[in-house]
C-alpha cells in the first residue's frame, strides 16, 4: 500500500489561488494514473483531475481551465494548481492512484470565500 498525504489547502478569497501538493510513499507515479479528488460537504468525492504515467491530463468539466495538475516522478509528488477560485470549490481535497485505490490520506481543507 501506498501512503499518501496531502498539503496546501487553506482559505483564499473567490478568484484567488492555491497549489496542492501531494507526497507519496513509493515510487508509484511512473506506472499509475494519479488523481485529485474533492468531497464538498453533504456531497459525494468526486474526481476533478488526473495525469496518466505518460503525463496525459484530463478533468472535469467544472475545473477545466482553472485547475492543472503536474507531478514531478523523481520527488513522489503530484501537484494541483488552482487558479480562479470559486466558492464552489470549497472541499476536502485529496489525491489518489486512479483505478487503484489506495488508504485515503487525511486531505487539505480549500475554502473559497466569496
Known amino acids: 500500500q501506498v501512503q499518501l498525504v496531502e498539503s496546501g489547502g487553506g482559505l483564499v478569497q473567490a478568484g484567488g489561488s492555491l497549489r496542492l501538493s501531494c507526497a507519496a510513499s513509493?515510487?508509484?507515479?511512473?506506472?499509475?494514473?494519479m488523481g485529485w479528488y474533492r468531497q464538498a460537504p453533504g456531497k459525494q468525492r468526486e474526481l476533478v483531475a488526473s495525469i496518466t504515467s505518460g503525463g496525459s491530463r484530463d478533468y472535469a468539466d467544472s475545473v477545466k481551465g482553472r485547475f492543472t495538475i503536474s507531478k514531478d516522478n523523481a520527488q513522489n509528488t503530484v501537484y494541483l494548481q488552482m487558479n480562479s477560485l470559486k466558492p464552489e470549490d470549497t472541499a476536502v481535497y485529496y489525491c489518489?492512484?486512479?483505478?487503484?485505490?489506495?488508504?485515503w490520506g487525511q486531505g487539505t481543507l480549500v475554502t473559497v470565500s466569496s
Open positions: 513509493g515510487s508509484i507515479f511512473s506506472i499509475v494514473t
Open positions: 489518489n492512484v486512479v483505478r487503484l485505490l489506495q488508504p
